[in-house]
């Protein structure tokens, strides 16, 4: 998560320096951080591009570009050519999908699930000296590993023992990150706090089972 004002100096640069800033709402989007339909809102800054997939079709093969009139307009004249593009089933998905998360608040679930979820960890954390840091908004988090909390030595191979050992208790997440010791969390919006209790309950096995083998 960057500090407050971090995407408005980026931005800011970009544009100094005659760029474009893109938003790649591919994960982030849809108002999966809880506050806002798209994560870049969180930062009060607008892009000159937005892209989006995965999420949007709910399963369906779709993804799509909003840019400002600006930029398409430097298309004008130009080829670009799209076997698949407005496929009319994976529109109608799209749409469907944007209905369904404002008429069923996917957003506020997202947020109030998400919170549920991460003070679950954090107070995993308190327990789990594997954990070292807990971090994300709504239901996008992750679960950073380390070896000692003073040194912050990453639990690569850790992390991938407890996806393994989620993966016996019936949770499947992944590892990812920098140093591939970050536990990443990124369920379905319509998540409830009983999917979020078991899952922080299978990570505490996972983990406590880690920790009892090294004593």
Not at 56 to 63: H, M, P, Q, S, V
Not at 86 to 108: C, F, H, K, M
Not at 179 to 204: E, S
């Amino acid at each position: 998560v960057p500090p407050p004002d971090y995407l408005k100096i980026i931005y800011e640069a970009v544009r100094k320096a005659g760029g474009l800033c893109i938003a790649d709402e591919v994960q982030a989007g849809l108002g999966r951080t809880g506050e806002a339909f798209w994560a870049f809102e969180n930062w009060d800054v607008v892009p000159d591009m937005v892209t989006m997939a995965k999420g949007i079709g709910n399963g369906a093969a779709l993804g799509a570009v909003v840019t400002r009139m600006s930029v398409a307009k430097g298309l004008a004249g130009r080829l670009h050519f799209n076997t698949f593009g407005g496929n009319p089933v994976a529109a109608a998905a799209g749409l469907a999908t944007l209905d369904a998360i404002e008429a069923e608040s996917l957003r506020e679930n997202a947020r109030n699930v998400g919170g549920h979820l991460k003070n679950r960890l954090l107070e995993m954390q308190e327990r789990r000296q594997l954990i070292g840091e807990v971090r994300g908004m709504g239901l996008m988090l992750g679960v950073e590993l380390v070896r000692d909390r003073q040194t912050q030595e990453p639990a690569r191979d850790e992390a991938h023992e407890v996806v393994e050992r989620a993966k016996e208790h019936g949770l499947l997440v992944g590892a990812s990150g920098i140093f591939g010791n970050t536990i990443r969390l990124t369920p379905p919006l319509c998540f409830t706090k009983d999917d979020a209790d078991f899952t922080a309950d299978c990570l505490d096995r996972a983990l406590a089972e880690i920790e009892s083998r090294t004593r």
